[in-house]
């Protein structure tokens, strides 16, 4: 709920600029960086429940002192700290997916977790816009309590102690952790996965102003285009992946997942008879083609694991995401601003089409070092 309603809350109930907004969001994407690499390490050496639930907790009560920080530079500390905390969860929460879920099923397990990932922002922004409209204060205690309630379900469902399915971490002497940074396929694969990131970030940033610029679109029908994203998700993807999953290398479907976002890219480029009608076009397409690489992106990365070394891995993952999110809208804002929307669409196009290609390049296989 914060983090939509942040820069806003800070130019009109602090008064500060657009650009020191802006500083602190890129405080917070910096936070996130070293949170996932930090969650990274811990998983592989006390287990993903524990960083999981020391994230609810350490970030619920960060977001709740976060709203009561009134000067710029206590806003800023708070602000990148929260980011630590809290986005340390996420390596750890895709470890505990790998290990509750089987092979056979971990693609849809991964897709579920996507739903509801987009169902709770959905609900989050909503609920957030109304909190705010009454008090923005109001928003850090909900969704610092929110927070602390998750990591009660998290306990009374899955610590060690009242469910045996949960990993509990021995040190077991003679056991070798293979470093991720010694695996190049998975390497080459996280720089790609940052440039399409990149791309992709686009949807939520440069997109929805195009639409507003160039295509005179209403703020409500950009709002229902918006929301056709995440509903479309919810309907098709959990069915999509259950038909597809095990058929073909991963790499396979998420190589045609970009080149769909490829062209929905392009088709923002078309000189168009009925704006409404291209928008829309371009979000479908672009939609399924997060719907075909995304969960498969997961799957990719899990299936090159060991049990002892997932934290690495999912830690550089997260890792491209947050550094795509702080690093993609400013750029995509600058390009925009300097070369024009119709010279950025065919960048990004471009870019696509180039990843599709060198995700079948890919190796498949997991390389363990000697």
Known sequence: MVIPFMTIYLTQHYGVTIGKAGLVMSLFGLGAIIGAMTGGKLVDRVGYYYVQIVALI???????VLGQM??????????FILAIMNESFRPANTVAIAHYSKEQNRTRSYSLNRLAINLGWAVGGALGGVIA??????????DGITNLLAACLLYITLSPKRNKATEVKTKEPGVIIHSVYKDRAYLSFIVLVFLFALCFFQLFTTIPVFFKEKFHLSVLFIGMIMALNGLVIALFEMITIFKLEGRRPSLHFISGGVLLVCIAFLILNIPPVNYEVIAVIAMLILTFGEILAMPFMNAYWIGRTMQNNRGQYAALYSVAWASAQTIGPYAGSLAAEHL?????????SAICFLLAFFYRGLSNTRVLPA
């Open 58 to 64: 350490g970030g619920g009560t960060m977001f709740i």
């Open 70 to 79: 009134h000067s710029y530079s206590s806003i800023c500390i708070t602000t």
């Open 133 to 142: 409209s009454f008090n923005y204060s109001l928003l850090f205690w909900v």
């Open 340 to 348: 024009g929307y119709k010279m950025l669409w065919f960048i990004v």
